[in-house]
């Protein structure tokens, strides 16, 4: 059974940086694309980034890059994004997740097959 509990959300100030983890079980990352995706209230769900094993590539969302980085421990079993000059309109939920395939399509934040609970980030002006 796959399993996805993400930890590490809190209240920041604008300009500080945050560590988001993904504890994961029941699956092997190099089968599957995993990734982070956000949503805020009232708005729709946005691709924060995305492994794709299948191809070798990690994807980031325009409003991220340069920012937030996301990389995976030794044993392959947590994800971390971690999140350094954050802004207020980085203010979401943001949820880990795992798409059943090896690569991630360019509208990846809707092909997400399996999801975690969610960590609230809020970042104050």
């Known amino acids: 059974e796959v399993q996805l509990v993400e930890s590490g959300g809190g209240l920041v100030q604008a300009g500080g940086s945050l560590r988001l983890s993904c504890a994961t079980s029941?699956?092997?990352?190099?089968?599957?694309?995993i990734g982070w995706v956000r949503q805020a209230p009232g708005k729709e769900r946005e691709g924060v980034s995305c492994i794709s094993h299948g191809d070798h590539r990690i994807y980031y969302a325009d409003s991220v890059k340069g920012r937030f980085t996301v990389s995976t421990d030794d044993a392959k079993t947590t994800m971390y994004l971690q999140m350094n000059s954050l802004k207020p309109e980085d203010t979401a939920v943001y949820y880990c997740g795992v798409i059943v395939d090896t690569v991630c399509g360019e509208s990846y934040a809707s092909d997400f097959d399996y999801w975690g609970q969610g960590t609230q980030v809020t970042v104050s002006s």
């Open positions: 029941g699956f092997t990352f190099e089968d599957f694309a």
